[in-house]
């Protein structure tokens, strides 16, 4: 049988992705139903910096009773040219699964194309498919079925809403994205699932009822450069109380943090009762020991 990896929602099913989503909620209420991994090792190689995702890992595979070894890029052969094909056979060698974080996208994918483990896409600059199990989690957790909701995306047409629109189609909500220009996301992605998701440069009318509210930092990781830019760029684009009023009354707020308040959001709508980013950040750790389980259980 060929190894299963997760690069993108799309390597998996809805029903997979509808069973993690549930398992993860299970793990949470009772950790002790968790399928132990005792001897099983995850491989975690970071080429950007994380809190969120590397913790969610780490604390999972801890409490599967399994462990974690950390490769970070300025400290492994990885980081001096070592080829990653040859690296990700080395890898497979000795650990049971790997997740990568990285830049470009292809790099996972080669990666994943020489590994006989099971490879996790822990962000590159294209998708970040771990933090939609966390967003689909937290979503169902609050208001059920997230199936034929209003999702908007306002914002950088970045990785996330990359992922938020491989999510549309995979778990079944329309998606209204509003993005500067040049900012836009994937015109072949977005073309593929364009029965899902609609794309404007208007705030407002993207966040009109829709359920869910989600943004991101405007400069992601490799962007600093172009910060103070992209701030000008992305002016009008803050999630702030007047653009949240325009959503359902019950409209949740998202945004897979880090956040830099007073830019893509206001801080009043970030630490609001409304915004279920704390939740969320938890989250990471039950629905990425949940994803475990599901790779790593015959
Ligand atoms: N949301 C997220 O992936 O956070 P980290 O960069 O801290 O892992
Ligand atoms: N879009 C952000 C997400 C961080 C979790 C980045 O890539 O930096």
Known sequence: MSVKHFLTLQDLSSNELNHIIRRAEELKKNPGLAVAQPRKTLGLIFEKSSTRTRLAFEVAMNQLDGSTVFLANADSQLGRGEPIEDSARVLAGMVDCVAIRTFAHEKLQRFAAYSSVPVINALTDD????????????????????????????????????????????????????????????????????????????????????????????????????QNQRITSFAGYQVNEELMSLAQSDALFMHCLPAHRGEEVSASVLDAADSVVWDEAENRMHSQKALIEFLLTP
């Open 127 to 226: 998708f970040h498919p771990c933090q939609l199990l966390a967003d689909v989690q937290t979503f169902v957790e609050h208001r059920g079925s997230i199936s034929g909701k209003t999702v908007a995306w306002v914002g950088d047409g970045n990785n996330m809403c990359h992922s938020y629109i491989n999510a549309a189609d995979k778990f079944d909500f329309q998606l209204k994205i509003a993005a500067p220009e040049g900012f836009e996301p994937n015109a072949d992605l977005l073309n593929t699932h364009k029965s899902r998701v609609q794309l404007s440069r208007n705030p407002k009318s993207a966040v009109q009822d829709a359920d869910l509210v989600v943004t991101d930092v405007w400069a992601s990781m490799g962007q600093e450069e172009e």
